[in-house]
């Protein structure tokens, strides 16, 4: 069987200022860790924008095995702990204090082929790379990846075209921001332009450094601190 391939997650640059048009999707900004799922018959590894695996998380991979059910597919997402009203709370991610999941916000490389072409079926008979699609057609593809209740495994739902009032609606329930992308582009670095918007008032920004700072003065486990660094590291602000 021919492995997964490797890939880049597609950074992420600022916007000043929340906007709207209609060919842009808007997106809740998750607090979280960004990740990418790679899924196969032997489980589940999530791997930072760094390249590095997620070993904090063994649960939720397996979770997220029994969701995906050894479909080989790669999808990009954030990995979130969220509270009894929906909202991400990322201390307890971070000291893993909850129970983290996986939102999926993209599809990479599935399986499956979606043609209806038996030439093409054949033709990604070991897996298929929509990475070129344009990203209505890789949401398109990815709900249909994500079961409808999924164990730990969601679907990372978008507003199309009015961004300022999705931004409006995240900045009064005290969420990190919003991430603006252009919906026919593809995943690619020299032709996507994704765009996180701040909320410059989010509650879970006061205080963070010096959070990290205390913590690690007073954990008595070396490696366990070590590893939420490297996390830490990985973070997109």
Known sequence: MVPLPKFQPLPLSRAPAPFSHPNWFFEIKWDGFRALLYSDKDGVRLVSRNGNNFKSFPGLCEGLARNLKGRRCVLDGEIVCLDQHGKPQFRDLLFRRGEPLFYAFDLL??????????????RFRNGEDVRYLPLID??????????KRGERLLYCDHVEQHGEGLFRLV?????????????????????????????????QWIGREELFEREQETSPDFEVW????LACADISV
């Open 109 to 122: 490389w599935d399986e499956h082929a979606w043609s209806d072409d038996e030439e093409e079926r054949r």
């Open 226 to 229: 070590s590893g939420y660094a």
């Open 171 to 203: 900045c009064e329930h005290d969420l990190e921001g919003i991430v603006a992308k252009r919906k026919f582009d593809p995943y690619l670095p020299d032709q996507a332009s994704w765009r996180k918007i701040r909320n410059k008032s989010y509650s």
């Open 138 to 147: 890789r949401k398109l593809r990815l709900r249909a990846v994500v079961p």
